[in-house]
């Protein structure tokens, strides 16, 4: 019996360019609008469209989107999208992007495409542009968080082997061995989700005291901790705080580290792309001396999501716990054993076309002016809101005056409903506060005076 390809999808094929076209189209005008569309939108509730028996072809469905759903989009691609730590894309990233999914290249291994080597040597400019040795090896995951729990991954590998009585725990498992901790200052929360996922549990990790007002960890005490426990540990540095930006003292912290045997992973996903700008690449002075570090380029690299990578000096330990082993994945060091996917999207494109088109000075640019535009902000603020940390890089965090949780809510629902910024609530020092994050390559000066006037009249409203 012969079974024919469904005449629509062969119709779509025919008619591929057009397709694309309408898809260029879309995305074009989407772009268009990102100054002028609301940073964050509160969607409608659309009803769930019925599952076509015979389909209505790619042309049809990309005008049904259009017109559904894509009025009711974010503007999260956009200068005044200031929440959590989001860049945009850039134009090459945006086209690598598009030209990942049309390669569609699958990278378990690296016999038959040169997608895997592409990777590799997006990873060696990444290395260089941070300053790490050649020793560090790397790999691209889907963002921050999975970068956390590959060099957790391997954190924990290495220190288990190093107890009293060795266990090979990605062989073993966890299930009787003693117990190692985790510790840190102000880890993000993709550290307690990585411990979760791993085993350990969130309560392997231990929060140690952080210095009079800062989000740094005390290093003293983090000494003292260490000493009082014995190796192994691990230990869990920031490189750019999410709620202000702070850095804890990685030289120091990897001092410790060769004193006391633990394992030191650099959580760098904001913080990163600092070492660039030589006005703040002295907050990394230590990094090459880390055991992992983890990054996350659709932050402040202004790479479309998803694109975390993880670097690390002890590739052994990575790949005893995610090597999969099959006839047909072939013999060699092919990517897959380096983190939790077997099959994945040629995700590295859009970073090496990035990188090959602003190279070191378009980054550092970048990196430049979203810390310029933190500044300005700062000094900005109306008089209504008072700054609640130092800006140290890109994050700034403020609060307004004597207000509670809620005027604080009242704050930023009105700031929203204006359309003009996007910011996400936190606390500091058990203050409600507000957080500005400029990472976007396009954020400019008259950006940062609008999101103050707007600041203003939310404050008004909230009253």
Not at 298 to 313: E, Q, S
Request: proline share 6%; charged share 20%.
């Amino acid at each position: 019996m012969r079974v024919h390809t469904p005449a629509v999808i062969d119709d779509d094929w025919a008619g591929l360019d057009a397709i694309l076209d309408d898809a260029r189209g879309a995305a074009g005008a989407y772009l268009a609008t990102l100054r002028a569309r609301p940073p964050a939108a509160i969607p409608p509730d659309v009803p769930a469209p019925a599952l076509p028996e015979d389909g209505i072809g790619a042309r049809a469905a990309i005008a049904r989107f259009v017109r559904d759903y894509e009025p009711h989009l974010s503007a999260s691609a956009g200068p005044r999208y200031l929440g959590f730590v989001t860049g945009g894309t850039t134009p090459a990233a945006l086209a690598g992007d598009w030209l990942a999914s049309a390669y569609d290249q699958n990278l378990v291994n690296d016999s038959d495409s040169i997608a895997g080597l592409a990777e590799r040597h997006a990873l060696a400019m990444l290395r260089d542009l941070f300053g790490l040795p050649g020793v560090f090896e790397g790999a691209f995951v889907t963002g921050g968080t999975q970068a956390n729990l590959v060099g957790l991954a391997a954190a924990r590998q290495w220190a288990y082997r190093r107890i009293a009585e060795p266990i090979d725990i990605a062989e073993h498992g966890l299930a009787g061995a003693p117990r190692v901790p985790v510790l840190g200052g102000a880890p993000h929360a993709s550290v307690g989700k990585a411990l979760a996922i791993l085993g350990w549990g969130r309560a392997a990790l231990e929060r140690v005291g952080c210095l009079p007002g800062r989000q740094a960890v005390d290093p003293a005490a983090l000494d003292a901790r260490l000493a009082h426990h014995g190796a192994p540990a691990v230990i869990v540095a920031n490189a750019g705080d999410v709620n202000t930006g702070d850095f804890d003292d990685l030289a120091a912290l990897a001092d410790i580290a060769d004193r006391r045997g633990a394992w030191l992973h650099v959580d760098g996903a904001i913080g990163l792309p600092a070492a660039c700008a030589p006005s703040h690449a002295h907050l990394l002075r230590g990094l090459d001396r880390a055991d992992s570090v983890s990054g996350d380029a659709h932050k402040w690299l202004n790479v479309p999501y998803d694109a975390g990578f993880i670097f690390t000096r002890h590739l052994a330990a990575q790949q005893a716990v995610f090597t999969s082993t099959a006839a047909y994945f072939g013999a060699g060091d092919p990517l897959l054993h380096r983190t939790p996917e077997n099959s994945r999207r040629f995700r590295a494109l859009p970073a090496l076309l990035s990188l090959l088109a602003y190279g070191r000075r378009g980054h550092r640019a970048m990196i430049e002016r979203a810390i310029a535009c933190a500044a300005r902000l700062a000094a900005s603020l109306p008089p209504a809101f008072e700054l609640l940390a130092p800006v140290r890089l890109n994050i700034v965090c403020f609060a307004l005056r004597g207000a509670d949780e809620a005027t604080t809510a009242r704050v930023l629902r009105a700031l929203h409903h204006d359309g003009v910024a996007f910011m996400t609530p936190t606390v500091l020092d058990r203050r409600p506060a507000l957080r500005a994050a400029f990472s976007n390559w396009a954020t400019d000066e008259h950006d940062v005076k609008l999101v103050v006037s707007a600041l203003e009249a939310a404050a008004r409203r909230a009253a």
